[in-house]
């Protein structure tokens, strides 16, 4: 499903990028882009999406940390101890939080 929907989505831009169909049809298809990013199901999926991402980012720095160990650069295994639930959430240097 994953595929499909970044196909379309690359259809969906080339078409709009490589239009000569003026103006009209960019904002037609800009205003049916946005009705389908604000309907709720597609909302809820992307939540889901999301979060189901997070779960198995959080399983994997757990794996590589268990077998990596203290090998890690500092900051590294400082940022895997915050994700994995392991360290106090704070600001980052790349301007994210873990809240």
Do not use: H, I
Not at 32 to 47: I, L, T
């Amino acid at each position: 499903m994953r595929y499909r929907l970044t196909f379309m989505g690359g259809v969906v831009v080339g078409y709009v990028l490589g239009a000569r169909a003026g103006r009209e049809r960019y904002e037609q298809l800009r205003k049916s882009a946005q009705q389908v990013a604000q309907n709720p199901a597609v909302r809820n999926a992307a939540q889901s999406a999301g979060q189901a991402g997070r779960d198995v980012a959080v399983k994997a720095a757990a794996a590589v940390s268990a077998k990596v160990g203290d090998k890690l650069p500092p900051k590294v295994l400082e940022r895997v101890r915050r994700l994995t639930g392991n360290g106090a959430p704070v600001e980052d240097d790349w301007g994210t939080s873990n809240t």
